[in-house]
């Protein structure tokens, strides 16, 4: 991992090999065949491993400080996969610029390692919310007796892209210990009061795959007679499934509840689906104050209050997402 | 083997996927056994589920099941997990099932850890010791106290309390 910005090494030689090949932000967007080899080239990662960190790093549901911008085809959440790495193009995002910039030390260090975390990969560290972990800095860096019950208090909850629902004990994660958070999508009775809308999903969960598990429980089954009362817990009453995803407004599922069912009864139902929630057991290698101050301490606050003003800049200039 | 009414507590603390909603619900993955059950499925709950249908206010994260080793079983939980995964095409096919030590799959009500290796060295012992907890109106087979705790200190390094 790179010292300075806690972005991964595999990640950071991707971020080398889009500015080696002079994809800057804003300026043309490269193959990714031709990245993925200049990787190769680099640290020796064959590209089909390679290819998916790529997608990763510049799908705008997995992290919320996207360190590539793509075009074309790099998939969706749910089960459709990214086009060949002959048929997509990648730029460095302004951020991305900015953790080379960290990495090769000219400026001082960034943290988006700890903006990002590392859920999206499978790993334990969750995200937070960019603009809160920089405020932080910040107050951590101009005022170092702050306590850390202000700086958790600012630093906030996991923010996860796409606005799901996060509950959990957040002080425990913020002293360091592990912790299951529960992240679920929202749950919202359509203004006709005739269905319920399922959108913004947790970034684990894959939509299509939830769309289908929704379906099946809907599906009544042989011992219904035999088991009335488990059958009303686990039977789905479901009469209509639609799915309504669009890129441009992201997954929605749409369920009409079936006759003598309220939409607020199968709203009530789907929050105990898995798929509709997930849980992650999130865990961060210290305690977040002791993390922010270690930041703070590492290097003179004059060169940090810059390097974090350009990660500011290169968030606000990072297209909305959803 | 013995008839357990179902335990008297149902409430714990958020914010674990298995704990207890309002009373009279159950935590996701013990409804999973449930479920099982109800199709046909012969096992015995192990694990978190199993300790708090024994009482015990612990997080339910899975439904830890060890499996009768019989071929017609192994078939019905076959056709049980098809239905049940999120993604069927990740349930490993039937024929693979005897050489497995254990098949893991997400589900809608969460993961299903069904323990086959387990099975075919424990069954006659675990099940001997075990009782029936109503679950709902499924009679769901849970393994003594004793054993979960052994077996939960053996794999995973947990207390009874934890």
Redesign the interface.
Known sequence: MGDRTGVGLTECAILEALEALGAHPGRRYRRNAAVLAAVEDRIGLAPAYAYEILLDLARPWTMPLSLIQGQGNFGSRGNEPAASPSYTESRLAAAGRVALAAERGDIAPVPIGLINGNVYAKGTRPPFRPQAVIDALRLVIQRPRVTSKELTDVTGPPYFLNGCIVTGDFTALAAGRPTVLRLEARLSISEDHHSVIIDNFPPTVNPDDTAQSLASRARVRDWEAQHPSLHRRAHLPLSNLRDESTQRHGDRLICVPSHGTSPEQLQEQLRDIYGVYTTITAALPRPLPALLRSWARAYPAEELLTSLAALEDAIRIQPARS | MTHNPAPAHRGHP????GTA?PAGH?P?PV?AA??LV???VSFVLVGSAALWLHGQPV?V?DADVVIEPNGQNLRCLGQALD??A??PRAVPPLRAFPALSLASV?????RIDCLLERGRIDWERLRQSAVRIP????GVLVAARAEVVALRRRFKGVTADG
Not at chain 2, 14 to 17: C, E, L, T
Not at chain 2, 106 to 110: L, P
Not at chain 2, 135 to 138: I, L
């Open positions: 958020a914010p674990d996927a909603g159950y996701v409804l449930a479920v109800a199709e046909g997080p994260g239905w049940l999120l993604r997400i589900t809608s009500y969460g679950v709902a109106d499924a």
